[in-house]
């Protein structure tokens, strides 16, 4: 196997190309409830004792997400955002979505997001996410709020397992190793994934568990060499090796498995 001294990244990809969309969308909103004449929201759908009849947008939106806010105000105002989305148009279809942006950031702050996958796009995915359940959503619903973070919770976790099925791909075509049945199916012909190719190369001592994360967490996962290095104390260069190394065995092994077949 052809050893090589680059981490699985795609080449020219800038990590900061792309604008945040939350943080567009987010701007826009902020236009609307900040302008000459701020939208607004009837206060009393969500709060108990507002000091005015009406609130502008971010208010209501700041008053959402206050823990101490009751959750019928919370399902009450949800439906009423929603039915304006729907009947009266723009601008609260980008009220609606906007609303959710508190809840995406750190929806998004806690995703295992591969390190070849745009922000920008999980951003993207999720607010497309939302904004589709807006159209479809129930609003009789309990807890709407629930239906569209769901929504948007599926959708940037199917992004994310498609980009790291790509780069698994893109790293067994790196390794040589495409045309070995082992790696692309079972015993009864149905596809089997990287993860599972390692895990029985783990059971089989072909590598040991140490070896087969590393493989995992560099290759199929992106992350970068220097970091596994930094935490195991060793050079990049020795971890290099150790990879290289475990991936010829694999290598083998997996030929081997070819012959026998």
């Not at 390794?175 to 049945?181: D, S």
């Amino acid at each position: 196997m052809h050893h090589r001294h680059l981490d699985h990244r795609p080449a020219a990809r800038p990590q900061s190309t792309l604008r945040s969309p939350l943080g567009e969308l987010d701007r826009a909103f902020l236009v609307l409830a900040r302008g000459v004449e701020p939208l607004t929201f009837p206060a009393y759908l969500v709060c108990d004792e507002p000091d005015r009849a009406a609130w502008p947008v971010d208010r209501v939106r700041t008053q959402l997400a206050h823990p101490a806010t009751r959750s019928e105000l919370r399902e009450q105002t949800w439906g009423e955002v929603v039915r304006r989305a729907r009947e009266l148009g723009e601008p609260w279809g980008v009220v609606a979505v906007a609303m959710t942006v508190p809840v995406l950031r750190r929806m998004l702050a806690r995703l295992g997001r591969p390190t070849h996958l745009e922000r920008a796009e999980v951003e993207q995915e999720a607010l497309a996410a939302v904004a589709t359940a807006l159209r479809t959503v129930d609003p009789r619903a309990e807890r709407l709020d629930r239906e569209l973070f769901s929504a948007a919770d599926r959708a940037v976790h199917r992004l994310v397992y498609a980009s790291r099925r790509t780069a698994a791909r893109e790293t067994v075509h790196e390794a040589g190793l495409e045309h070995l049945p082992a790696v692309s199916h079972g015993d009864r012909g149905e596809p089997v994934d990287e993860l599972t190719v390692l895990a029985r190369a783990v059971q089989a001592n072909v590598v040991n568990v140490t070896e087969a994360r590393l493989i995992a967490r560099t290759r199929l996962d992106g992350e970068p060499m220097h970091r596994l290095a930094e935490e195991r104390g060793v050079s990049v260069r020795q971890l290099y090796r150790h990879r290289s190394a475990a991936e010829q065995h694999l290598a083998a092994h997996l030929r081997r498995q070819m012959k026998e077949q």
